[in-house]
């Protein structure tokens, strides 16, 4: 069981990253993901969160407004749309996966179980 994180880079104050997070060796539709990200020195924090049963999402209210979570099942994948991105979301991103079909989804990093490997987002001029 993997999940693949990807779409990170490099991008000015402002601009826009829709990363990715694809699962391998088992299907997306029951599990709950979430993004998580790091800065330098800093601790893991919680992102963003997509339920898999109805596809209830939640943010962190940084984000809120600037990220949207949307996930599509056929092609066993999440997305997180970045848009208005600031230097302080410089950090490495992760995704992650529990299984859990209902319409709950998780903020702690302890309530989820597999863990991508991380893509880097870097925000400066």
């Known amino acids: 069981l993997q999940l693949q994180a990807s779409g990170g880079g490099l991008v000015q104050p402002g601009g826009s990253l829709r990363l990715s997070c694809a699962a391998s060796?088992?299907?997306?539709?029951?599990?709950?993901i979430g993004w998580f990200r790091q800065a330098p020195g800093k601790e893991r924090e919680w992102v963003s969160c997509i339920s898999s049963g109805d596809g209830s999402t939640s943010y962190a209210d940084s984000m809120k407004g600037r990220f949207t979570i949307s996930r599509d099942n056929a092609k066993n994948t999440v997305y997180l749309q970045m848009n208005g991105l600031k230097p302080e979301d410089t950090a490495v991103y992760y995704c992650?996966?529990?299984?859990?079909?209902?319409?709950?989804?998780?903020?702690?990093?302890?309530?989820?179980?597999?863990w991508g490997q991380g893509t880097q987002v870097t925000v400066s001029s």
């Open positions: 992650a996966a529990t299984y859990y079909s209902g319409s709950y989804c998780g903020r702690e990093m302890d309530e989820y179980d597999y």
């Open positions: 060796g088992f299907t997306l539709d029951y599990y709950a």
